[in-house]
Nanobody
Framework: VQLVESGGGSVRPGGSLRLSCAVS?????MGWFRQVPGKEREGVAA???????GYGESVKGRFTISQDSSRATLRLEMNDLKPEDTAMYYC???????????????????????WGQGTQVTVS
């Protein structure tokens, strides 16, 4: 299985970016995560094979995760970007489920087993 991210770059606060991840192989859940040097990896958004989604609190209402019908492309639409969104963004996948105790899709990074190389997003 391979995951290859694209679409990162630099943008002004309030701007938008779209990230894409090319995914090969079967995935039950896929997701987007981000990490800043010296900090733990943070869950941004995740989606299961049925299209149910989950978001991190800091991006709700601004970011949208989606997958194409073949589930070969994972996207993250990011709007109203803030300087605190600056990070390396990674896509990830798992063959297992990604549901939290509530039964909803979780963005917990430890539930995802395979990771892409990342794409940098800078908001300034």
């Amino acid at each position: 299985v391979q995951l290859v991210e694209s679409g990162g770059g630099s943008v002004r606060p309030g701007g938008s970016l779209r990230l894409s991840c090319a995914v090969s192989g079967y995935s039950y859940c896929m997701g987007w995560f981000r990490q800043v040097p010296g900090k733990e990896r943070e869950g941004v958004a995740a989606i299961d094979k049925y299209g149910s989604v989950g978001y991190g609190e800091s991006v709700k209402g601004r970011f949208t995760i989606s997958q194409d019908s073949s589930r070969a492309t994972l996207r993250l639409e990011m709007n109203d970007l803030k300087p605190e969104d600056t990070a390396m963004y990674y896509c990830a996948r798992t063959n297992g489920d990604c549901y939290g105790p509530s039964g909803y899709v979780s963005v917990e990074p430890r539930m995802f087993s395979e990771w892409g190389q990342g794409t940098q997003v800078t908001v300034s």
